[in-house]
């Protein structure tokens, strides 16, 4: 049974296949957390809670003269506020005649088979056949009005626990929420350290380590979308946690738009980790009968590192939460537009370019930015989704009847969240995008963004996209996303509820991927966001994959697909090759290698063939058949890292294995190289140790645990940027 309760203790266990999370009802009704880590046996665990009389701690009323009950130092699943608990709460909120206070005791429980939908909002589905099951706990505030619903889904199995919290106003006053964590992970010491992952526009999700300090640390966004800067993804590790030993806890939060992730050491040297839509600007109304739900976390355990907590991720993104028939599908090799003529092209270039793909064996075509309204650069035409006759003169469907006729599929770029002011839509409805009244809204890349929080708004983006795809016969969309929101202000909504606007702008943004994506499930979508900044797990639930970086310089991707593999699997990573010098670093590197790189995710072009010697054609040709040969080893295999960019200066090396482990693909790429270089050797992962391999291409055969405790030897050939794939089979 994955969830239990023990009546006599009041106990509510959680188990997975090798984690256990326990929960206990304090005696004056407060839920507790317990424990969350390796699987135990039934025992009783009261014996961690040391309650002790603490100045400056205050107890609870009903505690009556037991000074030992503090709310200031148990740990809890979700905390009080403004009732004896100074640390972040989970909760904040204004109630009734101006009451701040919230104190929720367990008022009921149930146990339910599978794992519900979280309410206009992604979350993750169980599978036929998996042992799911859900709790929900109930806790009661009788003064605010104000209950908690909180739900865990407890996948055995996958080893995850995905956390969500609704709000119910059972009261007869509105409720304003101004806080609301998804989840409250209170750990009884603090001696750990922080792995998030942060960045910019074109170098996202860069790996930072500290340790747990006093105070309050917090990554989070405020942009409207998740971010290129900080990414909704948390670590939590003993101090010697590495690759393949130790501790650690992951949280993933299931949203796209303001989040925050905070890390406290309180006065007693704990840790509590919140994680949530970003209180900053937010507030929400909740009118009595009514409620709030906030988005789901996706919590796991790993006794063994972070590579198998990693591989816990891959694994339950890749199966509970894609929703897209493509996520076992094979999918196709693509060679996009953008850096091969950027808005330069007009049908003629694009059909020269597409005959040139076909012969290097791509399956299709996507035609990016500037088909549309009135496109010829950045400045106009956002909103206005017809086919721009000018450029394009036999027109979208003839376009993609071509493409087809020479053997490829067919798609297209669309921005639908944005608008230019130079456009017909624009014109049309100035109101529609979020903007304060009597203040100049602030440009981004010269756009301004649609009001999603509006239904009409939504509704036209619907009908808007579902043409673009009865324009012509389209198998694939990049769904794109480029400025960050500033002034969330919108026509429809009151005073009161302004604080509202980004969280509805995310909920309006799901609508419409529902009634776009969603029905059209033989398209593949691809997200996008100026590369990586929306590259969470809740887009994952829509597009399986996600355009990982507008930066494509193989050196620089090592980094940005090493740090979003902690999360995000392979088969999420969208990852071309493109020309040289880079367009973003000036850098040059062997086609080889970008080749590599790129196969470190799903696999495509973003180049113009038309340019390429054929030598450098014959090379794609090969590099498009080997991915296609190990198709399934790449984007569905286990998933090891086997070195970390930021201290191995050398190479940078990661691995997939069969989940039979017969088969297995090393990949490596030289990053500094020196004179009279020393023979640097790389450790493999994930093998059979005791059985033996081939490498193709090398003479003999080695034990996997040869392979794994001596490794290999880095071709001493390989020149800097050079680098390599192996292909290991089970002898
Ligand atoms: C964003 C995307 C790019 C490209 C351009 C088009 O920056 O990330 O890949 O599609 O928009 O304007």
């Known amino acids: 049974m ?55 701690s205050p107890n609870p009323y009903e505690a009556g003269s037991d000074r030992t009950f503090s709310l200031d130092f148990v740990p809890q699943e979700f905390s009080t506020c403004r009732s004896g608990d100074y640390r972040s709460p989970s909760i904040e909120l204004t109630w009734g ?48 009005g104000l209950e908690i619903e909180l739900a865990y889904a407890v996948f055995e199995e996958k080893n995850v626990i995905a956390r969500s919290v609704r709000a119910i106003n059972r009261g007869d006053h509105g409720v304003r929420l101004e806080k609301l964590m998804s989840a409250t992970l209170d750990f009884r010491d603090s001696d750990y350290d922080l792995l998030y992952f942060s960045g ?55 949203y796209s738009g303001n989040f925050r992730m905070e890390a406290e050491k309180d006065q007693f040297s704990q840790l509590r980790v919140n994680a949530g839509i970003n209180p ?99 400045n106009s035409g956002l909103g206005d989704w017809k086919e721009n006759r000018g450029k394009l003169k036999m027109g979208v469907r003839r376009l993609s009847e071509e493409i087809h006729r020479m053997g490829m599929k067919f798609g297209v770029w669309v921005e639908p969240e944005m608008v230019s002011e130079d456009s017909d839509l624009y014109r049309l409805h100035p109101d529609w995008c979020l903007r304060e009244p009597g203040r100049p809204a602030v440009r981004g890349r010269n756009q301004l963004v649609l009001d999603l929080s509006r239904r009409d708004v939504c509704d036209y983006l619907v009908e808007a996209m579902n043409s673009v795809l009865d324009m012509a016969q389209i198998e694939y969309v ?33 609508y419409v991927m529902d009634q776009v994506i969603l029905k059209h499930p033989e398209v593949l979508f691809c997200g996008c966001c100026g590369g990586g900044g929306r590259y969470d797990a809740a887009m994952l639930y829509y597009q399986p994959q996600i355009w990982c970086s507008d930066n494509t310089d193989a050196v620089n991707r090592l980094k940005i697909q090493y740090g979003t593999s902690f999360a995000y699997p392979v088969s999420s990573m969208e990852a071309h090759v493109s020309v040289c010098p880079n367009h973003q670093t000036g850098r040059v590197t062997p086609l080889a290698t970008r080749g590599i790189v790129a196969m470190g995710g799903m696999f495509g072009f973003e180049l113009d063939p038309t340019r390429m010697s054929p030598e450098e054609k014959a090379e794609c040709r090969d590099q498009i058949q080997f991915y296609k040969k190990h198709y399934r080893l790449i984007t569905e295999g286990d998933y090891y890292r086997l070195t970390n960019p930021y201290e191995n200066l050398y190479f940078t090396a990661w691995q997939q294995v069969s989940r039979d482990k017969k088969k297995s693909l090393v990949s490596l790429v030289v990053t500094e190289k020196e004179g009279n270089d020393a023979q640097r050797f790389v450790k493999l992962k994930g093998l059979e140790a005791e059985q033996f391999y081939q ?37």
């Open 200 to 254: 910019r526009h074109l170098m996202e999700r860069g790996l930072r380590r500290i340790g747990v300090s006093d105070g309050v640390h917090s990554i989070g966004s405020s942009r409207g979308a998740s971010s290129h800067q900080y990414n909704p993804f948390m670590i939590v590790c003993e101090k010697d946690c590495g690759e393949d030993r130790g501790q650690c806890w992951g949280i993933s939060l299931v």
């Open 97 to 144: 005649r101006g009451g701040m206070a919230f104190s929720g005791k367990v008022a009921g429980y149930e146990v339910v088979s599978g794992a519900e939908k979280i309410q206009g909002m992604p979350g993750l589905r169980d599978l036929p056949g998996e042992n799911t099951q859900t709790l929900k706990i109930l806790l009661e505030d009788p003064v605010s």
């Open 478 to 510: 990049k769904w794109d996303m480029n400025r960050s929101l500033t002034e969330t202000w919108s026509g429809c909504l009151d005073r009161e509820h302004q604080g509202e606007v980004a969280h509805r702008y995310i909920l309006g943004l799901y």
């Open 280 to 378: 900053d600007g937010f507030s929400f109304w909740v009118e009595p009968g009514e409620s709030f739900q906030a988005p789901q976390t996706v919590l796991a355990w790993s006794g063994e590192g972070f590579g198998n907590l990693s591989r816990i991720y891959h694994r339950v993104f890749r199966e509970n939460l894609c929703r897209s028939p493509y996520r076992n599908r094979i999918r196709p090799v693509l060679l996009n537009s953008w850096e091969a003529a950027y808005f330069d092209f007009d049908d003629e270039k694009l059909l020269s370019i597409a005959r040139e793909a076909v012969d290097l064996g791509v399956d299709l075509f996507v035609m990016d930015d500037g088909w549309f309204g009135k496109r010829d650069d950045d």
């Open 2 to 56: 994955a969830v239990r309760y023990n009546a006599d203790a009041k106990t509510f266990i959680l188990d997975t296949e090798d984690s256990s999370y326990v929960m206990k009802v304090s005696r004056y009704g407060n839920l507790l957390h317990m424990y969350y880590g390796e699987k135990l046996p039934d025992q009783e665990l009261d014996y961690l809670l040391t309650l002790a009389d603490r100045g400056f």
């Open 695 to 731: 490498i193709e291409g090398w003479k003999g055969k080695f034990s996997g645990r040869v392979l794994m405790s001596a490794g290999i030897p880095v071709p001493a050939e390989l020149n800097q940027y050079g680098g390599i794939q192996l292909i290991l089979k089970m002898v």
